[in-house]
């Protein structure tokens, strides 16, 4: 079945709206507007967490309504209800006219059509009962418990969503998505003595559970969040100081999303609030520094078929050797800057407007083999996975908490470190890339990226890193 065809239960068999009244309703509600959609949304969702040996918690929602956009210039009129009719929607085309500038406006012309599934739109929260997903998270305490008696706390988390969407304009074919999105963490605390240290690893992606309740899967996590905790368990004081770093592959793409991604945004180039405002075709990283958003990739977290004014994903180069090509745009701020729109537009649901938001974003891979990068450092850092960290998008300035990294010594990994954040500026930092590796890897699906009080799923990646010149901060004495 079709997208459109089992929204078309969702929305209007189950809720007995009429398709045809709604496109008059919309059509009344955007003429001399410049643009505009009305977005209906139907979701489950469930989260069980796991710990102590029992179930801490267990949520499980249901969630439906809509949004109605009006757009005239830069103002934006945005009405929404957790009520699916037509009166509903009636009154909130009442608001969002109240939005209209005064000019003349000729609605933009709908996104193009898109036939592409990047994902199933089989609902992962009615593969396994209740019992079933409990007794897999216990089975992932018991093995946790058992790989090291130093092992003090376990926490497992099982979460799920089913996401169905539609979008309507006047006198156009709806675009209509269904979305799935799993994910399963584990967080484990070790002891030795009085200090106490710990580790984390997850995954998920556009997929159903069956995947998670593979042994070979939860236990990959599991063995990897006990080895980050016992690697934090031995390391040493981080030094401080202006050295060479070097990012791992895969998760530390989060600094890239963070630090340069947002710059990126249409939004805040639209606004000249960004680092990156006006230097389109412009050097703003070293050479072979090339940056792609891509929401074509199949079951990943970040990917979409559609965003959510309806455009179709697609590839977007941000950055291709070194020179700036473009941003991410969504419909408004295309418009208003003479560019076309790239598929960026998301929201986290009905209740919010779309803005321009990365899907997944990642660095291409370098020729370079990552034990060469490795061994060409005299003295520096070895930054494998981070946590936290604060971007200040107008000046590109930021600072990132490293969760595990290390010292390399004589072009060989040394003792990890603990403490140790990366403190810099995100254009700036990519004239210090010096050398890329062949190892491009994507992160393993847990990414969820906050903007304006909006959080959506996404996904980040890079190939291992040399950077020079990048300021240290430590806690060595």
């Given amino acids: 079945m079709s997208d459109l065809a089992l929204t078309d239960d969702l929305f209007f068999v189950r809720t007995g709206m009429d398709r045809r009244k709604l496109e008059r309703i919309v059509g009344e509600a955007l003429a001399?507007?410049?643009?505009?959609?009305?977005?209906?949304?139907?979701?489950?969702?469930?989260?069980?967490?796991?710990?102590?040996?029992?179930?801490?918690?267990?949520?499980?929602?249901?969630?439906?309504?809509?949004?109605?956009?009006?757009?005239?210039?830069?103002s934006c009129g945005y009405a929404h209800a957790s009520e699916l009719s037509e009166e509903a929607i009636r009154r909130a085309a009442t608001t969002v006219r109240a939005v209209k500038t005064g000019a003349g406006g000729t609605l933009a012309l709908s996104p193009p059509g898109s036939n592409r599934q990047l994902y199933t739109d089989a609902n992962p929260l009615g593969g396994f009962d209740f019992a079933t997903k409990t007794k897999l998270l216990a089975d992932i305490d018991?093995?946790?418990?058992?790989?090291?008696?130093?092992?003090?706390?376990?926490?497992?988390?099982?979460?799920?969503?089913?996401?169905?969407?539609?979008?309507?304009?006047?006198?156009?074919?709806?675009a209509a998505d269904i979305r799935p999105l799993v994910r399963l963490n584990v967080s484990i605390v070790v002891a030795d003595g009085d200090r106490m240290e710990s580790g984390s690893s997850g995954a998920g992606g556009r997929v159903e559970y069956h995947r998670y309740f593979d042994p070979a899967q939860w236990r990959r996590q599991v063995d990897e969040a006990l080895r980050q905790a016992l690697v934090n368990l031995g390391s040493?004081?981080?030094?401080?100081?202006?050295?060479?770093?070097?990012?791992?592959?895969?998760?530390?793409?989060?600094?890239?999303?963070?630090?340069?991604?947002?710059?990126?945004?249409?939004?805040?180039?639209?606004?000249?609030?960004?680092?990156?405002?006006?230097?389109?075709?412009?050097?703003?990283?070293?050479?072979?520094?090339?940056?792609?958003?891509?929401?074509?990739?199949?079951?990943?977290?970040?990917?979409?078929?559609?965003?959510?004014?309806?455009?179709?994903?697609?590839?977007?180069?941000?950055?291709?050797?070194?020179?700036?090509?473009?941003?991410?745009?969504?419909?408004?701020?295309?418009?208003?800057?003479?560019?076309?729109?790239?598929?960026?537009?998301?929201?986290?649901?009905?209740?919010?407007?779309?803005?321009?938001?990365?899907?997944?974003?990642?660095?291409?891979?370098?020729?370079?083999?990552?034990?060469?990068?490795?061994?060409?450092?005299?003295?520096?850092?070895?930054?494998?996975?981070?946590?936290?960290?604060?971007?200040?998008?107008?000046?590109?300035?930021f600072v990132f908490s490293a969760s595990e990294a290390y010292l390399i010594e004589d072009g060989k990994i040394g003792p990890a470190v603990k403490g140790a954040?990366?403190?810099?500026?995100?254009?700036?930092?990519?004239?210090?890339?010096?050398?890329?590796?062949?190892?491009?890897?994507?992160?393993?699906?847990?990414?969820?990226?906050?903007k304006d009080g909006q959080g959506v799923p996404v996904g980040v990646g890079m190939p291992t890193v040399r950077m020079d010149g990048i300021t240290v901060g430590g806690t060595a004495a």
């Avoid at 058992?146 to 539609?166: C, F, M, N, T």
């Avoid at 891979?365 to 060409?376: F, M």
Wanted: net charge negative; proline share 5%.
């Fill in 421 to 450: 954040t990366l403190i810099g500026n995100g254009p700036e930092a990519l004239k210090k890339v010096t050398m890329i590796a062949n190892d491009l890897k994507l992160d393993d699906g847990v990414g969820t990226c906050g």
């Fill in 142 to 174: 018991a093995y946790a418990r058992s790989k090291d008696p130093r092992v003090r706390q376990v926490s497992v988390s099982l979460g799920g969503q089913w996401q169905a969407v539609r979008i309507v304009r006047p006198g156009s074919e709806d």
């Fill in 32 to 74: 001399g507007m410049d643009d505009g959609e009305l977005f209906l949304e139907w979701g489950q969702s469930e989260m069980l967490v796991f710990d102590d040996g029992r179930i801490k918690s267990a949520a499980f929602d249901q969630s439906q309504g809509f949004g109605l956009r009006a757009l005239s210039g830069e």
């Fill in 236 to 397: 040493v004081p981080a030094p401080a100081g202006e050295m060479v770093v070097v990012l791992g592959p895969g998760w530390p793409g989060v600094m890239l999303h963070e630090a340069v991604g947002h710059g990126l945004e249409g939004d805040f180039n639209r606004k000249k609030t960004s680092a990156f405002s006006g230097l389109i075709g412009t050097r703003v990283a070293s050479p072979g520094v090339t940056v792609v958003d891509d929401g074509l990739m199949q079951d990943r977290r970040g990917s979409l078929t559609i965003d959510d004014e309806g455009t179709p994903t697609g590839t977007t180069v941000l950055i291709e050797d070194g020179i700036l090509k473009g941003y991410m745009q969504d419909r408004l701020n295309a418009r208003l800057m003479g560019m076309r729109p790239t598929g960026n537009g998301r929201r986290q649901g009905y209740g919010y407007a779309p803005m321009p938001r990365m899907t997944n974003t990642y660095m291409l891979a370098g020729d370079k083999d990552p034990q060469e990068v490795l061994q060409s450092v005299k003295r520096g850092l070895y930054a494998v996975n981070f946590g936290g960290g604060q971007v200040d998008i107008t000046s590109g300035k």
